[in-house]
């Protein structure tokens, strides 16, 4: 459970409002990880607010590689949505981890697919190959998940993300893997090395 007038509160924080200015906060789907709402500020401002379900494990980490794997796609022109505010802890007014993000309003191209003619298929297509491309072309020191450097407690291994493209040296970092089967059930409490992994510590792995 989490306090909804103080996650009120901290959305309208998050977008440079008060909290009297949300003038609605329903619940917009069900996920197998989160819950969404769809916030409407009193200017007719919506955004979307996630919240992980209890079960959601690591929270922690899971919401800290996605605000920093969202927000590095974005820094290099991929089109997804705007982070607002986010909380990787609990410990907050809300007592809840939260991310708050851009609304993106659209079409299932699967509502419309059969419906497009062939040369809007096509474009389509080619629009998807060329994010894919963008996507492969991105390159890592190591295998795990990406995080914001400031977001990894110390204690946890991390492998620095070179940025000087960005101009912001040293914000990325890869850490611990968040993939569910590493940490399901009784796996979550067990004490093991879940990256990152770099082709030389596997090479120390195999040597000891």
């Known amino acids: 459970m989490f306090n909804v007038l103080e996650l009120k509160r901290l959305a309208a924080a998050a977008v440079n ?20 709402f769809l916030i409407t500020m ?10 992980p379900y209890t079960v959601t494990e690591p929270k922690n980490f899971v919401i800290a590689s996605e605000v920093a ?37 659209g079409t299932s ?16 297509l080619t629009k998807l190959v ?4 963008k996507l492969f072309s991105l390159e890592f020191p190591a295998s795990g998940s990406l995080y914001y450097t400031k977001d990894l407690q110390a204690g946890h291994h991390k492998v620095v993300v070179s940025a000087s493209d960005l101009g912001q040296k040293d914000q990325f970092c890869i850490g ?26 596997l090479r120390h792995m195999k040597t000891n």
């Open 17 to 36: 409002q008060n909290v009297q200015d949300v003038v609605s906060f329903e619940k917009l789907a069900e996920g197998g990880f989160n819950r969404t």
């Open 42 to 51: 009193r200017d007719g401002f919506q955004f979307v607010g996630r919240v």
């Open 69 to 105: 794997t969202v927000d590095y796609l974005r820094s290099h022109n991929i089109p997804v949505p705007q982070i607002f505010s986010y909380s990787a802890s609990s410990e907050n007014a809300a007592g809840t981890e939260y991310i708050f993000m851009e609304l993106v309003r």
């Open 109 to 124: 191209l699967g509502d419309i697919w059969f419906d497009l003619s062939g040369k809007a298929m096509i474009t389509v």
């Open 130 to 133: 060329e994010l894919e491309s």
């Open 176 to 201: 611990p893997d968040t993939r569910l089967n590493l940490w399901h059930g009784k796996r979550l409490h067990i004490e093991t090395n879940r990256g990152p992994c770099t082709c030389k510590s």
